[in-house]
């Protein structure tokens, strides 16, 4: 079935260096969307990619999407503790028989991002 | 998120249970689901709806079942309560698929000793 898989699990960081995490899915993705969920919260829906290649800037964040539409990444330039957080990527699942998919998403497992003072 | 709540946040119950979840929104959204979180394997789907009464099985239906009985309310039952089923459980809802993300639920922590 579909996968999406991403990378690292846990990253450690001090303050102020950059982080990056990558999402790789198994098959072709109409659109990637990217969640944040703080420790013991919920996840929050931070953006989404449709078209091949795009980059969008949030801010400190990137989000690129592939040319082939099969991996993004996420990266955070001069991080600080506020990013703390586990960083999650989700796809649409694929509908049986091409049908639609009802807005189901397929979530990779997350990054756990630590940024020490 | 002030249009989605989910009930209740913590529940320890014991093997062999019923439970009831309940999720309830604001926003009028058509399509809600409910995933279960677990370290490492990050959020699974269980269920979900798109419409009321239109309800389908996700990845993990599995000891799970859902209901619709009117737009803002989806509430998901574990029927038999099992330890594989100790989980953190979030809703969310969306408005139209592919047109924006999810706006999740605060969670329900439930516990099955």
């Known amino acids: 079935g579909q996968q999406v898989m991403q990378i690292p699990q846990y990253q450690h960081v001090q303050e102020g260096e950059d982080f990056t995490t990558y999402c790789n899915s198994s098959?072709?993705?109409?659109?990637i969307q990217w969640y944040k969920q703080r420790p013991g919260g919920h996840p929050v829906f931070l953006i989404q990619?449709?078209?091949?290649?795009e980059v969008k800037k949030q801010k400190r964040l990137t989000f690129q999407f592939g040319e082939a539409k099969k991996n993004s990444s996420l990266h955070i330039t001069a991080t600080q503790t506020t990013d703390v957080g586990t960083y999650f990527c989700?796809?649409?699942?694929?509908?049986?028989?091409?049908?639609?998919?009802?807005?189901?998403?397929?979530f990779g497992q997350g990054t756990i991002l630590t940024v020490h003072p | 998120d002030a249009g989605i709540t989910q009930s209740p946040r913590h529940k320890v119950t014991e093997t062999g249970t019923p439970v009831t979840l309940r999720c309830h929104q604001t926003?009028?959204?058509?399509?809600m689901y409910w995933y279960r979180q677990d370290p490492g394997h990050g959020l699974r789907l269980i269920h979900y709806?798109?419409?009321?009464?239109?309800?389908d099985k996700g990845e993990v239906s599995d000891g799970y079942s859902v209901s619709r009985s009117k737009t803002e309310d989806f509430l998901l039952t574990l029927e038999s309560a099992t330890s594989s089923q100790t989980s953190v459980y979030f809703c969310a809802i969306s408005e139209m698929p592919g047109t924006g993300g999810y706006t999740f639920g605060s969670g329900t922590r439930l516990t099955v000793v």
């Open positions: 098959t072709t993705l109409s659109n």
């Open positions: 989700a796809g649409p699942r694929v509908g049986v028989a091409g049908g639609t998919s009802y807005g189901k998403l397929t």
């Open positions: 926003e009028n959204h058509r399509y």
């Open positions: 709806s798109y419409g009321v009464k239109d309800t």
């Open positions: 990619l449709v078209k091949s290649g």
